[in-house]
């Protein structure tokens, strides 16, 4: 019996200990790594809340495709986006992308780009990812694709977020949780 709590509390531990060097090792505050950024406010405290985004124009960001090529939002000028953060753990994430890659084949005639933005280890992600036909492109960077989901309003961090924004570049729709094509239609018909 004692024996298995000390087993258990050695568990605990060592969980505990992967915890916080997962998080410093993602934390753009930690001054390691290619995602250290000047000190000031924290990623958290500097973005905005979702709402405060609505009728703004979009932030911009670069990440990676799978390829390697440099991706911007500037890239999409003139389409409505539907930016939606993934990651290749989040099970309503996944769920919901063969109804994203739908969506985008039936809509990109009238001017709809989806554009996946993996949250998740980049080596993951693109490995995952390789085994999808999406039809979407799908971006990474652990860090700068979390840093652009501050910008857009993902204060929490939690998946899926989606964004939607219009042919001018202005935010029209944040959404936290799964996505429902309905909901989905009925706005991209909003911006046409």
Known sequence: MIKQGIILVAVAVAAAGAGYFLARSVDPRNGAGPAAHPVGPTAAEAAPQSDELLGRLRPDF???????????????????????????????????????ADLQRDYAGRGLQVIGIAQDDHQRAKAFAADLALGYPLLFGMAD????????????????????????????WTHLGPLAREDLEARVAELR
């Not at 890239?75 to 099970?91: H, I, Q």
């Not at 840093?147 to 042919?167: K, T």
């Open 145 to 172: 694709a979390m840093r652009a989901g501050r910008r857009y309003g993902n204060r929490s961090g939690m998946l899926p977020y989606s964004v939607l924004v219009d042919g001018r570049g202005i935010v029209r």
């Open 62 to 100: 670069t990440l990676q495709d799978a390829g390697g090529t440099a991706v911007s939002a500037g890239d999409f000028d003139g389409k409505v986006l539907l930016l939606n953060f993934w990651a290749s753990w989040c099970a309503p994430c996944v769920e919901e992308m063969p109804m994203l």
